[in-house]
């Protein structure tokens, strides 16, 4: 048994020495696993950035709830309508001339009548701006671009408005979500978000205002002069119209 000592020592000691030439020439084998104390203050930033990175991606890509269910062609189609029919009746009557002078007295003596406001609906505005949307999708194909506009839809509540629409890029969906209020400032509409959202990622509500009042310097949101007042109220979009001049 003492006789196999020096031989174990022996296969020991030639072990080593493979080991030192080993290290000599290839260095010394970093471990897989960090080890205590091995992390450092730029692999942590650099861990950190990337899984955020990914979460955000997820967050981006996160179809958000839709505002409201999907309409049929049959429910857009009427309410693109009854948009249409309400906005030709803030148009002040015309002076009516005929032959008849009591058909013109009784018709003219309307004239000065005010004009109710308009309350318009949720689904008369996704009406209006799918239309919009689609007229401006075809725009979009003459022009060679491979985007397609996703439906958009809105959701009023009290005094809150929300638009939601997306876009279709490399086969991903991108929703853009928005809320906040309407109102007239200047002659202008003016739409002050308080939430923005892409996909479920929140996004900085001042960017989406500082695009607006840009909009609306350049005179993109300008109503028309009959237009005394925009508001939200009880979840309706309310249009008041000026009052006729008097003759």
């Known amino acids: 048994m003492l006789g196999r000592v020096p031989l174990f020592a022996a296969s020991a000691k030639s072990e080593l020495s493979r080991s030192v030439v080993l290290c000599h020439t290839y260095g010394p084998v970093t471990p897989l696993i960090p080890q205590p104390g091995s992390w ?84 008369e505005l996704t009406a209006v701006l799918t239309q919009q949307f689609a007229a401006g999708e075809a725009d979009m194909r003459t022009q060679g671009s ?49 939430e923005a959202r892409l996909g479920s990622l929140p996004l900085p509500a001042a960017l989406i205002n500082h695009a607006m009042r840009r909009k609306a310097d350049a005179g993109q949101m300008r109503l028309p002069p009959n237009i005394a007042e925009v508001k939200l109220e009880n979840g309706e979009l309310v249009i008041v119209p000026r009052a006729p001049p008097h003759h």
């Open 146 to 194: 491979t985007m397609s506009l996703l439906p958009p839809s809105v959701r009023l509540s009290v005094d809150q408005l929300e638009l939601q629409f997306g876009v279709k890029k490399f086969g991903m969906d991108l929703y853009i979500t928005l809320g906040g209020r309407a109102s007239m400032q200047d002659g202008n509409l003016k739409l002050d978000f308080s």
């Open 40 to 123: 450092t203050a730029s692999r942590v930033i650099r861990w950190a950035m990337l899984a955020l990175s990914l979460l955000m991606t997820v967050l981006i890509l996160k179809r958000p709830a839709p505002l409201a269910p999907a309409p049929t062609a049959e429910q857009s189609a009427a309410s693109l309508r009854s948009f249409e029919q309400k906005i030709a009746g803030l148009q002040p009557p015309r002076p009516v001339s005929s032959q008849d002078p009591l058909d013109t007295a009784i018709a003219n003596a309307h004239a000065d009548d005010p004009i109710e406001p308009v309350r318009l609906t949720a689904d």
